[in-house]
C-alpha cells in the first residue's frame, strides 16, 4: 500500500509540470489565444534615415509627410500658423495637411516634444499616402498609410496619437540622470 502512495505523489508530481504545457500548446493550436497589438503603426521593414537630419535640430519625434508632389520649401507646421494658406497642393495633400494639424493640436501638452513637418524631396522608400513617426536621429520607425477618402482616416490618425502618447511617456532619453 505504501509503494502505490509513492507512485501517485510521483505521477502527481510530474503531471503538475506537464499539465500546463500541454494545456498552452492546445490554446497555441486551436487558435483561442490572440496576440496583443502594442502599436498602431506598420513597423518600417527596413531602416530609412534621413539624410542630414542630425545637423537640424529635432524635437524627440516628429510627424512626417512626404508629399507626391515637390514643394517649394520644407515646411514646419508648428512654426506655420496660417496652414491653410502655407502651400498649396492638391486635395489628398490638403486633406493630409488639416489632418496633421488635428493631430497635433490632439496632443495637447505634450506638443512640445513633436515636430510636424512636410519634406520637400522625395525620399526612398517612403510612400506619399502616408505619414510616418521619425525618431530624434531621423530613423523612420513607423508608417501610417492613409487612404484616399478623408473620412477613411480617423482610426489610422488616433493610432498614431496613441503610439505618440505611448512612445512619449516611455521615452528615457530625455530624463536627467543624477
Not at 500541454?22 to 518600417?44: C, I, S
Amino acid at each position: 500500500m505504501l509503494n502505490i502512495k509513492k507512485n501517485w505523489v510521483g505521477y502527481l508530481f510530474v503531471l503538475s509540470f506537464i499539465l500546463p504545457l500541454l494545456l498552452a500548446y492546445v490554446v497555441l493550436k486551436t487558435g483561442w489565444y490572440q496576440a496583443g497589438v502594442n502599436n498602431n503603426g506598420l513597423l518600417m521593414r527596413s531602416e530609412i534615415f534621413l539624410e542630414d537630419w542630425r545637423e537640424s535640430k529635432h524635437k524627440s519625434w516628429t510627424v512626417l509627410y512626404v508629399p507626391s508632389q515637390n514643394l517649394k520649401n520644407n515646411i514646419n507646421l508648428t512654426d506655420v500658423v496660417d496652414l491653410e494658406n502655407s502651400v498649396s497642393c492638391n486635395q489628398f495633400c490638403e486633406n493630409t495637411k488639416y489632418a496633421i494639424n488635428q493631430t497635433y493640436a490632439a496632443l495637447g501638452k505634450k506638443q512640445n516634444k513633436v515636430d510636424v513637418l512636410i519634406l520637400n524631396e522625395t525620399v526612398v522608400g517612403l510612400n506619399p499616402t502616408s505619414l510616418y513617426l521619425v525618431d530624434r536621429f531621423g530613423l523612420v520607425v513607423f508608417e501610417y498609410p492613409l487612404q484616399i477618402e478623408f473620412e477613411n482616416n480617423f482610426d489610422t490618425l488616433k493610432g498614431l496619437i496613441s503610439d505618440l502618447k505611448k512612445l512619449l511617456k516611455n521615452a528615457r532619453s530625455e530624463q536627467k540622470i543624477s
